[in-house]
């Protein structure tokens, strides 16, 4: 899955300590946006800290979001250890207007205070206007519908970052998510989700958040209100057990 290019490995290679110096060798391959820093090691390292992860916490991660973290870390190191040292200001995503012919993407959060359960959906669509990820998600313990509304943003992301797409529109109903967004502000009840969406935003050449009205946003609502719905369905029959 991930955007390298490995060389021929011996098949009687079997140990880590032999198959490392080949593994170095394999070449980043576009749209990993990485000029000197091989990627390899950093899905080494994403895949050990998930087997740690798994063992002592229990929790579980998929291939794709291992390889998204190893993207980041990676990106973060060479943006740390660049001579010119460049200014992290890239993180502040300022404000910038869509792009024409760029992919789109619709988001939304939905919340319900009394369960604490919030809902999620997007849809990013190609600039033919083809669906390229229709998607939702959910969770429990979500404090606000601003939290909400974040959450969505980075799942939203992180979907697009895998799909490998360079520059993307971001468009949400949350006035005052997307004023933060656009100004490089933070905002404390949100402040760790912002850092992961600054940190997602480093992934492409172009991105960019802008302000619609609910009657623009039907299809991303009505995602995050199904998943909602089906989070808290699920929460209840639990509970009844």
């Not at 021929?8 to 391959?29: G, V």
């Not at 000197?36 to 929790?59: D, Q, V, Y």
């Amino acid at each position: 899955m991930a955007p390298i290019s490995m060389p021929n490995l011996d098949p009687s290679a079997s140990s880590l300590k032999l198959l490392l110096p080949i593994i170095l060798e394999a070449k980043n391959l576009p749209p990993t946006g990485l000029t000197a820093s091989p990627l390899a090691p950093w899905i080494l390292w994403g895949l050990w800290t998930a087997r740690n992860k798994a063992i002592f916490e229990n929790a579980t991660y998929t291939a794709s979001e291992i390889l998204v973290k190893a993207l980041l870390d990676a990106k973060e190191w060479e943006s740390a250890n660049q001579t010119s040292q460049k200014s992290r200001s890239i993180l502040t995503l300022p404000k910038s207007r869509p792009m024409e012919n760029s992919p789109n993407c619709w988001v939304d959060g939905a919340w319900i205070e009394s369960s604490l359960c919030g809902g999620f959906g997007w849809i990013i669509k190609s600039t033919s206007n083809s669906i390229l990820c229709k998607d939702s998600a959910s969770r429990t313990y979500v404090g606000s519908a601003l939290i909400a509304e974040a959450l969505a943003i980075r799942q939203a992301l992180r979907a697009a970052a895998f799909l490998g797409l360079l520059t993307l529109n971001v468009f949400s109903d949350s006035l005052v998510l997307i004023s933060a967004l656009s100004s490089g502000s933070d905002l404390n009840e949100i402040a760790g989700i912002l850092s992961d969406i600054r940190d997602f935003a480093s992934l492409f050449d172009h991105l960019s958040f802008s302000h619609v009205s609910r009657t623009c946003n039907i299809v991303a609502d009505s995602l995050a209100k199904s998943a909602l719905a089906k989070l808290i369905s699920d929460v209840s029959l639990f509970g009844d057990q």
